[in-house]
């Protein structure tokens, strides 16, 4: 089986700027570039290797905030899983996004 097979949310490609805030410097932002993302989580990319676990936030092109928790890092790509429900981050997303890059499975 293949990964997108076993995914909830079916993923986009997409390059789009982004900033992160971690849970202790909630003003200092690090900027980063989002490389995919669905109604779940997004990967994304940083200048340099992520030295802490503890993101709280991501704001997509400078306009959308959500918070997340980190799912996975390797070296400088991070996984970042969306604290709010897929239906949520869909329906924010849904004007954006190209068609069916947001469509879930209903369990």
């Known amino acids: ?13 997409v390059v ?15 900027d980063c570039v989002i490389l995919n993302l669905s109604a779940s ?7 340099d290797p992520l030295m802490s676990d503890q ?3 991501i704001t997509l092109a400078g306009t959308v905030e959500f918070e997340v928790e ?3 890092t390797s070296g400088v790509f991070a996984g970042l899983k969306f604290l709010d429900t897929p239906v949520k981050v869909a329906s924010v997303l849904a004007g954006v996004l190209p068609d ?8």
């Open 16 to 30: 789009v700027s982004g900033q992160v805030s971690d849970r202790f410097q909630s003003e200092q932002k690090v």
């Open 55 to 57: 993101i709280k936030s």
């Open 70 to 72: 980190v799912a996975w």
């Open 41 to 47: 989580g997004a990967k994304v990319r940083f200048d």
């Open 100 to 107: 069916g890059c947001l469509e879930f499975k209903v369990s």
């Open 1 to 13: 089986m293949k990964d997108d097979d076993r995914r909830l949310c079916k993923r986009a490609y």
